[in-house]
């Protein structure tokens, strides 16, 4: 970290309101009385749950809130008030000296621009004339910068690339004019394990070279741990708490900071169950005059409704918005490893099946490429699910798993290979032939990635429940009842049937698709990277919501998932998938402890860590 005195950005009680929309209405409180600041190459993070207000606070600082919405307090950088800039001052500092990355490049890469004009266009305004020979030459050096070494793609369209090759693309665009900060908003996010860890360290890199300062806005706190100097912890639009990253990882001092902290999965060992603290993130006002945290919060009294509490400092270089700190403190560092409670059954899985329900032999996929080139996405896989059993798949993108997922289900025809769903041994008889193929799709259902993707926004969530038992035979009378069972099974009121997708959060989204999946009373369910689009604490919520229908239903699990630690909360066995190849396979515990391919190996070392626990590792 750089030694100047004097701060690069400051905010002062920085205050966010959306106006009276079209119709009309009150204003509503984004962002409340928010202070940061940040020293020249620093890295401070900022993280908290969706709806917390994160990514408006980037906004607020690069002068990009949406139409209606408004800033007041202070934001200086470098010496200079923000809020009063006339819009062609900050046309000019937005680029060259504040720069923003988003979590989706294409946010900010136009799909009909090719990569290196991407580069260019803020370039050849802001540096005088140039040959466009020089310009393509620019382009292709800044692209070597974010370590894509093969000038062609400076030719190439977004759409060409992979997820991370678009990150990088847009990282380059972002750093094209020098700016002295960058503000990342969840960079990684989207993004595979490994290819995850390369964008966190190219960030680094950077930063380090060019005395850049940084600021890494995440819900993932690993993340922030592993790259952060400082972190603020964001809540209903208030900081409730900022410390050193390592003092943070070591004893938060807000017990909302001890959920996110506890809510995140451990890789080292298997949980009985992942703390979790119920509800939601309330609204700004709705917490006006209060703790935002207090209405979840076990250790909040009177006092903490009281009003709305400080941010104040409890020692040096740490502030805690928590009234009740002094008294508690103790309890919140006993409850940081109280609350992580090892799951006493969690043992070594027998090598061999017993008793298998999913039975895959040799399944090989081949899809036609540009060219007329075969890009083999699976070759000669074998796997085996056990009855009442939880088994992993990972790897990163493009290794096949999600190819594998849906040939599954039906949705592509393997070239090769054989999938069998084996019967119970209680069942008599046999089906063939369609009604065979038909069985066999009931039997096994797949929950996405995404569960807005997979819902008709146009239709209530109950029509979408209702509509999966009329096709699979259930009479007209017993429809209601049915759809309430399921919807009290995944921990959803019965009056959110009527509701549609968009006002339900992710999480709640991600409980109806379960609610579907189990509609048709099936054997296997494959769950596709389920939480990776979730905040760490809704993620807590689904991952024991797995175990619990596991364990009332005898359900069997193929879990799909580049996060090992997520992994390991959820499966006994697990197969790691290497392009295309099943390398290596075993007891969760074992693979995950002593892995024996070099491929499972680097997986591991991807994970992000705090930076004491990385040297440990090391």
């Given at each position: ?38 020293m020249p190459g620093e890295t401070v993070g900022i993280v908290g749950e969706s709806g917390s207000g994160k990514s408006m606070l980037a906004k607020a600082v690069a002068r990009l809130l949406p139409p209606n919405v408004t800033a007041s307090g202070r934001i200086t950088y470098r010496g200079t008030e923000l809020l009063s800039q006339s819009d062609r001052s900050m046309e000019r ?266 039975r895959i032999r040799e399944l090989s996929k081949t899809f036609t490429g540009r060219h007329g080139r075969d890009v083999h996405a699976l070759r000669k896989v074998s796997l085996d699910v056990g009855r009442n059993e939880s088994v992993g798949l990972v790897g990163e993108s493009g290794s096949g798993k999600s190819t594998l997922a849906r040939c599954l289900v039906g949705l592509e ?11 119970r041994s209680d069942r008599s008889g046999g089906t063939s032939g369609g009604a065979r193929e038909q069985a066999l799709h009931k039997r096994v259902q797949l929950v996405f990635q995404d569960p807005y993707s997979s819902l008709d926004p146009t239709q209530t969530v109950g029509d979408a429940i209702r509509e999966t038992l009329r096709a699979n035979g259930y009479d007209r009378t ?141």
């Open positions: 970290m750089a030694t100047h005195d004097a701060p690069l950005l400051e905010l002062e009680n920085v205050r966010v309101e959306s106006g009276a929309g079209r119709r009309g209405g009150q204003r509503r409180t984004i962002l409340t009385g928010v202070d940061l600041r940040l500092l937005r680029g060259s000296g504040i720069a923003l990355l988003y979590q989706d490049p294409f946010t900010m890469l136009n799909p009909l621009l090719r990569v290196g004009d991407h580069i260019t266009e803020g370039l050849a305004g802001a540096q005088g004339r140039r040959s466009r020979r020089a310009l393509r030459d620019e382009a292709v050096r800044r692209l070597a910068e974010v370590g894509i070494d093969n000038p062609d793609v400076a030719r190439k369209y977004p759409f060409q690339l992979s997820g991370g090759m678009r990150q990088r693309v847009a990282l380059a665009a972002a750093l094209a004019r020098d700016p002295d900060l960058l503000i990342a908003d969840e960079p990684s996010t989207a993004l595979d394990v490994t290819t995850q860890a390369q964008i966190l360290a190219l960030l680094q890199s950077i930063q380090a070279a060019r005395g850049m300062g940084l600021i890494m806005i995440t819900h993932d706190l690993r993340v922030a741990f592993s790259v952060c100097s400082r972190v603020y912890v964001l809540y209903a639009g208030s900081v409730l708490e900022s410390a050193p990253a390592a003092a943070l990882a070591r004893e938060p001092l807000h017990p909302y900071s001890l959920t996110l902290l506890v809510s995140d999965p451990p890789i080292d060992r298997t949980l009985a169950a992942l703390p979790v603290t119920e509800g939601n993130v309330p609204t700004p006002d709705s917490v006006a005059d209060m703790c935002g945290f207090a209405p979840r919060c076990t250790w909040a009294t009177a006092e903490c409704r009281a009003a709305l509490p400080p941010l104040v400092d409890i020692e040096p270089g740490r502030r805690s918005a928590c009234v009740r700190v002094s008294e508690i403190r103790g309890e919140l560092r006993r409850s940081t490893t109280a609350l992580l409670v090892e799951d006493p059954a969690a043992s070594d899985a027998a090598a061999a099946v017993a008793d298998p329900v999913l025809t393997a070239t090769s290979g054989t999938i069998e769903v084996v019967e017993a429809l209601a009842a049915r759809a309430a069972e399921l919807f009290d099974q995944v921990g959803l009121p019965a009056s959110y049937l009527r509701r549609l997708p968009a006002t339900l959060s992710g999480g709640e989204r991600q409980r109806v698709a379960i609610a579907r999946a189990l509609a048709v009373e099936p054997e296997v369910i494959v769950f596709d990277e389920p939480v990776s689009a979730l905040d760490v604490s809704v993620q807590a919520q689904v991952l024991n919501l797995l175990k619990t229908l596991r364990r009332e239903f005898g359900l069997s699990y193929l879990f799909i998932s580049h996060d090992l630690a997520v992994v390991r909360q959820v499966v006994d066995r697990v197969y790691v998938c290497y392009r295309g190849e099943i390398v290596e396979q075993g007891a969760v515990g074992e693979v995950l402890e002593k892995p024996n391919h070099e491929y499972t190996k680097q997986l591991i070392a991807s994970i992000p860590r705090a930076a004491d626990e990385a040297a440990e590792v090391a």
